[in-house]
Structure formats: C-alpha cells, structure tokens
C-alpha cells in the first residue's frame, strides 16, 4: 500500500517534470496528461524493484527463506506462548533448537567466579579488552576453544589455535564460508533434511545455489555415495559447478552422529570430484555418548592429513553451551589460505571482546569443563530418552537418535495423503488444535512427507510433559477418526 | 644468489629467510631502492613459492610466522588497506585444489596489487613500527604509533561507572543473575532497552535537535558490517557509490569486497579546504556514466575521516539536492559525530540538514545514516555499530541481514546501562569533547612550532596536516619517500594521503588520541627537529643514490625479470 503509493507520488512528480514545466500554455490536454500519467504508473508499479527507491535484488528477494512455514510457527507462538500459570492452552514451543538443560552450571561457575565478567581491579584490564579488535580474536579464547573443541572429540582430534577464526555465531562461519569457496551461481551440495536455515545463509548475499542430497528412511536417512554421486550429477545437469558439499554432523534435524565410515565415504567423494567439504560440528558436544561421534578432523587426521586442505570445520558455542545471544562462532580450516581469507573476512563480523574475554576463563577452567559436558550430555540423554518414550507411548515412532536437542519423528501414519500439502496440513492442525510449533520435515528439505522434528531442551520438564499429554489425546482422537 | 641455490637444493626454508632478509636490507636503505629491491624480492619470492607451493600440511610448520604476518597485515590495513586488497576483491574464487588453474589466477591478482610498486614499503613500515614501538622508558627511541584513530583519552571516566555499576558487568539486575536471559537472546532485533538507549544517545550527540525512532535502528556488529549492509541493501553487483575523496581507505574493503559494488571518487582540493561541491559531485556521476557505472548513492563521512571536519549546512543541501535530483540514496557515516568538539562551526547531522529541506519527506527514504561506539566511546571491542533509516523496506531487510553480525547480548546488556544513565552520558560526551580539543590544540600548536599546518577542523581524533612544502618533488613517490622517512628516521608512524585516496601529494594523516600528551610532546620535538634538520641540508639534495654501480646493475636485472613476469601473469 504504501509503496503503491510512493510510486503514485513518484510518477506524478515526473509528470510534472516532463509537462508542466514546460510552461502551462504549452502543456498537454488533460487526456493526454493523464494517459501518459497512466502508463507511467503502470510501468512503474510493474518495476517499482528497479525504478522508484530502488533497493537491491538482495534486499527485496525472498531468499531469506523468513516466509517458510519454519517461521510462520514461530510466528503463532509469539502470538500466544504457553505459560503453566498464566495461559495453559499457549502454543508450546518445540521448533526452537535451545539448550536450556544445563544453565544451573554456567550459573553456578558465574556465581563462583565473579572476575569472570569484570576487568578486575586493574585500571588496564577494561582499556586493553575493550579497545581489542584483532580479528585473530583473543589468544587465550582461541587457546579455550581449541581445548574445548579437543576434549568435545575426546581428545581423538588436535585443533591448532591459530587456525580458529572467529565469527559472530555459526550462521556467520556458514556464510563467510560459501563467499570463500563459492562464487555466485555456484553451488554446494547438502544431504536433505537439513537445518532451513541454510537457504538464507549459504544463499541469499552469497549468490550461491543449494542442490540437496536427498536421503531417505529406507536406510535410516544415512547419507551414501550414491545419493551424492546423483546430486552431483543432477547439479552439474542443471549447469551448476559444484564448490562443495556441507554436511552437519551431527545432523539437524535428525538427532544422529554420522558413521565412521560415511565420513570417509564423504571425504573420498570430496577429493574424488575435487570439491570442498564444509562439516558442521555445532552439536558435536550434545552426542550422548561421546564415543558415538566421529568429528571430520578425526578422519583428516588418520588419514595422515590427505586431502585436508578441501576439508573446513565449524564450530560455535549457541547449541552445546546454549550460549545463542553471545554470538561466538568459529571455522576450523586445514587450507592455510581459506584461513587467511576469512580471518580478514571476518572483521564484518568479529566477537564482542568483553565475551571473549568471559568465555576465555570459563572454557579455561578445566575442572568446570569436563563436568560440563559431562553433565550436560546426561541430561541430554535423558530428556532425549523420556521424549521417545513419551512418543511411543502415542503410537509415534522416532528415528533412533543420539545426539541434539531434538528427536526427529515420524507422523506419516497421521497424514491424509502422503504429500507436502497433506503434511503441511497436519503441521497446521498440531499448530492451532494441539498448540505445538514443531517442524514439518518439508521445511527442511525432507524428500518424504510426514516426517517433523520436536525440540526437547528448550523447556522445563513439566512442559515437556503436558506437551507429550497433548500429543497422545491428539494421536488417539486422529486414530479413532481413521478407524471410523 | 644464495637464495636460488638453496632453491635448486630444495631447501625452501633457508630460502624463505634469505627472501625476508633481501626485504629488510632493501628497506634499510633510502631512495628509490627499496622499491626496486622490493619487486626483486617479490618475484624472487613468487618464484620460490609458485614452483613449489605450500602444502596444506607443510604450512602447518611455518604457522608462526604466517599468523605474526597476518597481524601485521591487520594493523597495516587501518592505515592504508587498499593496498591489500586486490589479492581479495576478487569474489570468492579460493579453490583447494591448487592444480587448477585458478590457483595461478589468484596469484595474478596478488601480483597486479603490487604494481602499485608501494606496497612492500607501506607493509615495511608497519613491520618496523611493530618491532620497534616506542616507549617512553623501555624504548625511548623507538616508533610512535599516530596512524590509529582510537580514543583513550576518556577511559578513566568510564572506568569508574563500572565500579559503580557493578550489576551491568556481571549480568546481574538487583544482584541476581540475568545470565539465562542474555544468553537465550539472539533476537536479531536487539535488546530494545539498548536500542532506545543507543537513539537517545545519538539525539543527544545531535543536540537533541532531532529525534531518532529506536524502531528504526538497526545493530550490527560494528560500523564495518553496517556500511556493507546498506551496501548490500542499496546496490547490485557491479553498481556504484560516490565518495569524497580523500576517505577511509578500509571503504575499499568494506563497500567493495563481498558486495561486488564500486566506488567512484568525488574528488576535492586543498583550494576549498576540502569542500564538497556540486561542481565536483556532478563531475563524478558523469565520470561514473562514462564508465558505465549506474551510481546508487552517495556516502560520506560527517565528520570527515581523515579531515577532521564535518559537513556545513551548505555541503549537505547540496547533496541532499543531488540526491533528488539523481533519484539515489545518501549514506551519511557519523561515526565521529561525539567527537565535534567546537561548538563553531558545530558538527550538522544529515538528519538535522534533512528536517529543514523543503522536500524531506521525499528523503526519508533515501537517507541512511551509519553509526558506532567504536570512536565516540572508545570501544571498538566490543562490536556495537548500527544504521538508522527511515525507510522501512532497508530497516527489514538489514535487520534480517545483521542476523550475520550481531551484538554480543552481554554487551548490548552493559551498554544499555550506561548510555540510560543520562547523566553519565552527558558529562561523558562534555568531558570527551573538551579532552579531544585540548589534545586537538596541543598537536594544533606543535606542528606550528615545527613550521607545519593543517587543515582547520572541528571533529575527528587526527589532524589532516599539510607537508607539502617539504616535499622533495611534488608528485606520490615524493609522498611516499617523505613517508619513509618519517616513519624510519623521524620515528612516526602517520597515513600518507595517497592511502586515503587524496589526489594532492603532500598530506598526511596524525592521530592524537591513542596516546599520552607526553607521547604526544616526544612526536612533536621529532618533527621539529626534523623539518628543521631537512630544511638545512634542503639545498645539498637528500636523495640517496644505489651504493655502487655493480649492485645497482644486479637490482636492474631483478627488475626487468620481474616486470615481465609480472605482465605474463596479468595476460592470463
């Protein structure tokens, strides 16, 4: 509308440009005038992108992927969020990859060391932090992150400080990835479902093109040479050059660690086409069982460091610490000159040196650390293990997962007809009658319908609770109008 | 000679050191050598490199150094980055496989930037302040650092809200943590407590004679990231914006690199004081046309890095008329507006120039305004940049943009804090202005003693200082060969105008505020001493010429080998 309007004002104002200056005796009839005033504004209304304030392609452009359904539930919720007390028929919110599990520890450590977020009592230490703005990032934090990275993978992996660059969170790392590899109209191949995010941040200022690797239950939606061997294939049909393949290990929105020897399987693929591999590794240390999960730099490493220059990590501290409002992010890559790259690049979006300098200590303290994790994994473990429990006990299947904050289950049997629509209107049901937002699969690229990935950590216990009550009385009237 | 033997030995180690001995015996002497050396040196080390390129794994070893170049590389860009970019204004385009061709490519690219043929001796001086800064009792002879603007002169008045605000450093409200909260937070909206705060703030810098809608502030992680985002929002690959010259050489990076977009200079002199024209502004669009270039905007900065001044009313009716008239936009960075300190001629928000233009309701949609607490308040740690604007459809797309850079919610918590505490912020910024004028004058004054002026300004933490009389010949390499000499004999580390892409030789660059008066005092009895020193011995000739013929003959054929090298690299 107000657009509608600019354009209206706009093209008058050319009119005026065009006839009345000329001097009233010598402009036109008033038909003319306003034919032509017409067909301005006809023209105009049809490339308002280009001609009125024109703004960018990028910055008109759907690419951000914000009008998904992904969105739209998260949307709903906002609207009417669940409250035990205050509104408990609210949305509850279960498409929220959150880590709210294990915040009683980090408070605890905050509570215990108060220097952790002050400058102490050295006049210098506020100065020097906060006029810090190497884009190396601080040694010491990087030192942290390398340890942490390092005892997340069970001490099976080495990672080299001075390769950690920083990035204000893992959407960051993701993109300034793709701008490194990819040129605009290239692509990079991902095994679908994957996290939705990725359309607006391998894509949208990049230029790049996502082709998936479509995965299926048959096989537990394990990843295999062939189904990459087609997406690449069916990329380079559609005229594409490939750059690389991004895989998240592990998965979002699966819940699963990747095998040993798909991992290899990948790497070989990689080096094969001679393309990149992004490994995204941001849930590598909510894996339950920390001998289930084999990180990319475990496989760079037996294999004597062949082919590491293709292979770049990412890393960051919003899932496995639940730390998402302090932004801290990091790519770990083997090619010396991708990390001289981004280290420049990153200065667009560099880490707040008062967080740094926080986490530092906190990632430094060893003791804190190892119970950290360890804790976390346990309860993890056991929110993950009560939800499946919860779902079967409604007749919902779940793939056998370990790992995330999320189980990814199957409501194909609740489907009307097996189709994209037929699931985005169950998604919809669930949404306005059950008063859950939880994720249809085909907003992550799900090649099968009725898949939907439900969020676990983001909640209290109890709310998880009423939200499995709902779902049973919802799967059980569901049942009795199939059966009638 | 040694080198190309440990060379034919493959011993690249030893020959990595002789190449970086070559460029430090090159950069000792005077004159026109270092250059020369510099190319020898360049090729010599392409050579090496290209034949034998740097394994992923064999790189692992030689890690320290890459990484105390990589620094180096970092604080050298503040002062002259254009010099480094075009090994990276090609998008994207880094490939693993260094079979391909593309590799060579990228090297094409790296070798054509050091055409500019200044390049190894800019990166030198950095290298040489780096190992040798000045400290008045460990080092008193050492460099002194006047090409960073950074503002410590007020520190000491924030330090001591923290102490009294223990609660906003330890995420705490009413002594119980506010962790959970914060660390949950990734609206990409921002806190709206410290958005409001930080609108009230920039009123308050503008004389509370405008007021900023909160709503339409938009956090990004610092100033770097909010000029890309309107970049990226306003323009397509390819496309342009206007810049009076001279800028901030990290624009060439920032508006340039990822967006693909360029920049067309709108060239001022020394004869208006720098002024922008309109004259000068329609001279760039139409140089803009005949390259074919469609011109999205204009950005200026207010006030001016590197000038120090900030724009008159005239200078901005002018170009909010331009603005009209041509149907683009208007980016005005006032990341320096707290840094104004005279009261006349008083630093004009583009905001302000707007609201009395009989046409501001056309301009609310085209005018953007790009700000920071990097400068005003001195923490570019911390990562807090913003853009305002009133046009809805930039203010939604740049909020979904800045999900790629956003604010720290730590930060944004204990910033919020202490821009709401009003009068804090009103002492801070009185306080601040007063301290910056007084250095401002003290350098103001030095340089007079030392027989140098510079251009009159009323903003900024540098001066824009004029020393063209003591150029040797008026043209860039006499810039650069002053330069030199004051960063090598002189022991200053200023920004010659050629980095900020000044069209006249003779200017430089020197900040003030990153370092004690003191320090401040030992800078200025240096120049004295130098200009006192050089106009003695002006009428003996200063240039120093290759020592010996043999060796000058040895640099020639380094040269010629590397000229051509260099050509059969850029046909490619």
């Not at chain 1, 949307?75 to 279960?94: F, H, R, W």
């Not at chain 1, 690049?345 to 990632?363: G, I, N, P, R």
Request: hydrophobic share 40%; proline share 4%; glycine share 8%.
């Amino acid at each position: 509308m107000l657009e509608t309007k600019q354009a209206v004002k706009d093209v008058s104002r050319r009119g005026q440009r065009y006839w009345w200056l000329r001097g009233e005796e010598e402009g036109p009839r008033p038909f003319h005038f306003s034919f032509t005033w017409f067909v301005a504004c006809f023209l105009k209304l049809t490339t308002m992108a280009k001609s009125c304030m024109p703004l960018s392609e990028l910055a008109t452009s759907n690419t951000h992927g914000e009008d998904s359904p992904y969105f739209a539930g998260w949307k709903a919720y906002d609207e009417e969020p669940y409250d035990a007390a205050e509104n408990p028929s609210g949305v509850i919110q279960m498409g929220l990859a959150e880590n709210q599990v294990s915040f009683d520890l980090l408070e605890e450590y905050l509570e215990q060391h108060p220097e952790a977020t002050g400058w102490g009592c050295g006049i210098s230490g506020f100065r020097e932090n906060a006029l810090f703005q190497d884009y190396h990032g601080l040694r010491a934090f990087r030192q942290a992150m390398a340890t942490f990275m390092e005892k997340i993978r069970g001490e099976r992996a080495k990672f080299d400080p001075e390769r950690i660059v920083l990035t204000a969170g893992a959407t960051a790392a993701n993109e300034l990835l793709t701008f490194i590899l990819a040129d605009p109209g290239d692509c990079v191949l991902i095994p679908a479902p994957y996290y939705p995010g990725f359309d607006r941040d391998l894509r949208w200022r990049t230029g790049a093109n996502i082709i998936p690797v479509h995965c299926n239950s048959s096989n537990g939606f394990q990843i295999t040479t062939q189904n990459l061997e087609a997406a690449f294939a069916e990329a380079v049909a559609m005229g594409f050059r490939v750059r690389g393949v991004l895989i998240t290990n592990p998965s979002n929105p699966l819940g699963t660690t990747i095998s040993r020897p798909v991992l290899e399987e990948i790497l070989v693929f990689a080096a094969r086409n001679d393309i990149h591999l992004i490994s995204d590794e941001i849930y590598s240390g909510s894996v339950f069982s920390p001998d289930e999960f084999v990180s990319m730099a475990e496989i760079v490493e037996e294999r004597g460091y062949k082919d590491c220059e293709r292979v770049h990590v990412v890393y960051s501290l919003s899932k496995d610490l639940g730390l998402p409002g302090f932004r801290v992010g990091a790519i770990y890559s083997y090619n010396d000159r991708v990390v001289t790259t981004a280290r420049k690049m990153s200065s667009f979006t560099l880490v707040s040196s008062q967080t740094q300098k926080m986490l530092a200590s906190m990632l430094s303290d060893r003791v804190f650390v190892e119970n950290y994790l360890e804790t976390n994994r346990k309860r993890l473990k056991e929110r993950h293990d009560y939800i499946v429990e919860g779902l079967k006990d409604a007749g919902i299947e779940c793939l056998r997962g370990n790992a995330g904050l999320f189980c990814w289950m199957n409501l194909a049997p609740l489907l009307k007809e097996t189709t994209r629509e037929g699931e985005l209107e169950l998604w919809k049901l669930i949404l306005q009658e059950v008063k859950l937002n939880i994720t249809p699969g085909s907003s992550c690229h799900c090649s099968e319908a009725g898949w939907f990935r439900v969020c676990f950590a983001n909640m209290s216990q109890r709310t998880l609770e009423v939200a499995l009550r709902r779902m049973r009385n919802f799967t059980e009237k569901m049942m009795m109008i199939k059966e009638n | 000679m040694a080198c190309a033997e440990a060379v034919q030995k493959e011993n690249l180690k030893a020959a990595g050191t002789i190449v970086k001995q070559i460029f430090v015996l090159a950069a000792s002497q005077g004159g026109t050598m270092p250059k020369v050396a510099g190319y020898f040196a360049e090729a010599l080390a392409h050579q090496i490199y290209r034949s034998h390129p740097p394994r992923g794994v064999s790189c692992s070893s030689t890690h320290e150094s890459t990484a105390f170049d990589d620094m180096l590389h970092q604080h050298f860009y503040e002062s002259c980055p254009y010099l480094k970019m075009a090994p990276v204004v090609h998008r994207g385009g880094v490939d693993g496989s260094q079979r391909r061709s593309r590799r060579s490519s990228f090297v094409a690219q790296k070798a054509a930037c050091n055409a500019h043929g200044q390049d190894s001796s800019y990166f030198l001086g950095w290298q040489e302040y780096e190992k040798n800064p000045y400290d008045p009792t460990t080092n008193p002879t050492g460099i002194i650092q006047m090409g960073l603007a950074e503002n410590q002169l007020s520190f000491d008045l924030i330090e001591s809200w923290l102490e009294r605000h223990p609660d906003a450093v330890g995420l705490r409200r009413d002594g119980a943590l506010v962790f959970r909260e914060l660390a949950l937070f990734q609206d990409y909206h921002g806190l709206p407590h410290f958005k409001k705060a930080l609108a009230d703030f920039m009123g308050q810098l503008r004389g509370n004679k405008v007021e900023l809608q909160w709503r339409n502030l938009v956090l990004t992680a610092g100033s770097t990231s909010a000029n890309e985002t309107l970049i990226f929002c306003l323009a397509e690959p390819g496309e342009a914006f206007l810049i009076p010259t001279p800028y901030y050489p990290g624009f060439d990076r920032d508006l340039k690199w990822r967006t693909g977009a360029e920049i067309v200079p709108i060239h001022c002199s020394s004869s208006n004081g720098f002024r922008i024209t309109k004259r000068a502004v329609e001279k760039a669009y139409q140089q803009a046309r005949k390259q074919r270039l469609s011109v999205k905007g204009i950005l200026v900065t207010n006030p001016s890095n590197p000038l120090g001044t900030s724009l008159t009313h005239a200078e901005l009716r002018t170009l909010l008329d331009f603005a009209l008239a041509k149907g683009i936009h208007l980016i005005s960075d006032e990341i320096y507006s707290g840094t104004a300190f005279a009261s006349s001629p008083a630093f004009v928000s583009v905001l302000e120039a707007m609201q009395v233009h009989p046409l501001n309701l056309d301009l609310a949609d085209r005018v953007h305004v790009v700000y920071s607490l990097s400068k005003d308040l001195g923490l570019p740690g911390f990562r807090v940049g913003a853009l305002y604007s009133a046009n809805p459809e930039v203010v939604a797309a740049a909020t979904k943009m800045s999900s790629f850079g956003l604010v720290s919610s730590q930060t944004q918590y204990l910033l919020a804090a202490l821009l709401c505490d009003n009068d804090f912020t009103a002492h801070y910024v009185a306080e601040n202005k007063k301290r910056i004028a007084e250095r401002h004058g003290r350098l103001v004054e030095g340089l007079r003693r030392a027989g140098v002026e510079c251009l009159e300004s009323n903003a900024g933490l540098f001066c824009w200082v004029d020393m063209r009389h003591l150029l040797l010949v008026d043209t860039f390499e006499g810039e650069m060969e002053l330069w030199r000499k004051v960063v090598y004999e002189v022991g200053l580390n200023i920004s010659p105008g050629s980095s900020c892409h000044c069209d006249e030789p003779g200017w430089f660059r020197l900040c003030f505020a990153n370092m004690s008066e003191e320090t401040l005092d030992v800078a200025m009895q240096r120049l004295q001493n130098f200009v006192a020193s050089s106009s003695q011995c002006s009428g003996h000739g200063t240039r120093s010429w290759p020592r010996g013929s043999i060796s000058f003959a040895r640099w020639m054929v380094g040269l010629s080998s590397s000229r051509d090298h260099r050509r059969s690299e850029r046909g490619y």
